[in-house]
């Protein structure tokens, strides 16, 4: 169901979409604008895969690639399987390491070394899942 979704949204910088140099869409906007940068299919990804138990641990990945071709992100999830990368719709068989996923994930782009690595964590209570828009309409998520 991911993957169907994700193969619908549609790629368009920040400064298209909302006339700035960088925004982060909270999971609930980039559901409901169907569209956005790596960061923001990266943190929705991520995400989803925490909301629906399918992952322990998620983060979003930022990545550089070769010969100037700036930076990336992608999301890579935790578990009892392995890492596993999502990067647009392509969603990876599971690695043994984090870096493994990474670097198969990111090959075609001419990936060159991990930049940073954020961890993605859920609400801590539903007082503070109100500041989350209450995310996650298409797949049920408790």
């Given at each position: 169901?991911?993957?169907?979704?994700?193969?619908?949204?549609?790629?368009?910088?920040?400064?298209?979409?909302?006339?700035?140099?960088?925004?982060?869409?909270?999971?609930?906007?980039?559901?409901?604008?169907?569209?956005?940068d790596c960061e923001d299919f990266a943190y929705f990804s991520?995400?989803?895969?925490?909301?629906?138990?399918?992952?322990?641990?998620?983060?979003?990945?930022?990545?550089?690639?070769?010969?100037?071709?700036?930076?990336?992100?992608?999301?890579?999830?935790?578990?009892?399987?392995?890492?596993?990368?999502?990067?647009?719709s392509y969603i990876s068989e599971p690695f043994l390491t984090?870096?493994?996923?990474?670097?198969?994930?990111?090959?075609?782009?001419?990936?060159?070394?991990?930049?940073?690595?954020?961890?993605?964590?859920l609400p801590e209570s539903r007082k503070s899942e109100k500041?989350?828009?209450?995310?996650?309409?298409?797949?049920?998520?408790?």
């Open positions: 169901q991911l993957q169907a979704f994700l193969k619908n949204c549609t790629y368009i910088s920040d400064f298209e979409q909302f006339g700035k140099i960088e925004y982060y869409q909270t999971p609930d906007e980039f559901f409901h604008n169907r569209r956005g991520a995400y989803v895969f925490l909301r629906k138990r399918w992952a322990f641990r998620s983060w979003v990945v930022f990545v550089t690639l070769r010969n100037g071709g700036g930076v990336h992100a992608i999301a890579v999830v935790k578990n009892g399987n392995g890492y596993i990368a999502v990067d647009y984090l870096e493994e996923a990474v670097r198969v994930a990111v090959e075609p782009y001419g990936y060159s070394y991990i930049l940073r690595v954020l961890e993605v964590n500041k989350d828009k209450g995310f996650c309409p298409i797949w049920g998520c408790d």
